[in-house]
């Protein structure tokens, strides 16, 4: 009973994480929706009579945070995509047994 106890924390726990991971990602696409379009009515504001809305200079801000917004989305929606699944756990296990041996060494 206390073991099923304590796996149900740890699956709580993990949820709890995926979910503030979620809700930042949202948080940063609604910020990335709205400043862009503030940028895209300055911009329009700004337009020479005649000029074409459509310049490369209008698109930088959206192009390099889009970018960032998809690699955002990718570790959010993918996380086993890049490092596998379990990664962190692996990693973590790894550098606890690196300073275990490290500690018994001076001992």
């Keep these: ?47 020479d009579e005649g000029e074409s809305y459509f310049q490369w200079r209008n698109f930088i801000t959206f192009s390099f945070w889009g970018i960032g917004l998809l690699a955002h989305a990718g570790s959010v929606f993918l996380p086993g995509l890049m490092f596998g699944k379990n990664w962190e756990d692996k990693k973590i296990k790894e550098l606890m047994d690196e300073d275990s041996n490290e500690t018994t060494r001076y001992e």
């Design 1 to 47: 009973m206390d073991n099923s106890r304590f796996i149900h924390k740890e699956r709580y726990k993990l949820a709890a994480k995926r979910v503030k991971r979620i809700k930042g990602f949202y948080t940063h696409a609604l910020i990335f929706i709205l400043v862009n379009l503030v940028f895209v009515f300055i911009n329009i504001e700004n337009l």
